[in-house]
């Protein structure tokens, strides 16, 4: 198991950037695969991004390809989230979660470790 603690949300205008950070707890934080969710108000929470245990392989939400990336510093026991160009529809919670598998997946079932969430909202 692994404690989460996102940080690095707010208030941000259409077309501006942001950059979220998760910083784990645990020794083992080198073998998970990291993920970003999202959740809209009224709305289920979606799959956002996520990237392997090295780092080599990472795969987007359509919605976000070419705006957003995910990397990781594993010395740091963190993963980050650069969002850039924002939409108001870009504007959810966003929840870090850890899988203990290394390999990476899209769905919440296959994360087993999540953080507290941050707030994002993009103002048009």
Known sequence: QVQLVESGGGLVQAGGSLRLSCAASGRAFSSYAMGWFRQAPGKEREFVAVISWSGLTTDYA???????????????????????????????????????????????????????????????
């Not at 990397?71 to 979660?97: F, G, I, W």
């Open 62 to 124: 359509d919605s976000v390809k070419g705006r957003f990336t995910i990397s990781r510093n594993n010395a740091r026991n963190t993963v980050y989230l650069q969002m850039n160009s924002l939409k108001p529809e870009d504007t959810a919670v966003y929840y870090c979660a850890a899988r203990l598998s290394g390999v990476i997946a899209t769905s919440q079932g296959d994360f087993t470790s999540w953080g507290q969430g941050t707030q994002v909202t993009v103002s048009s």
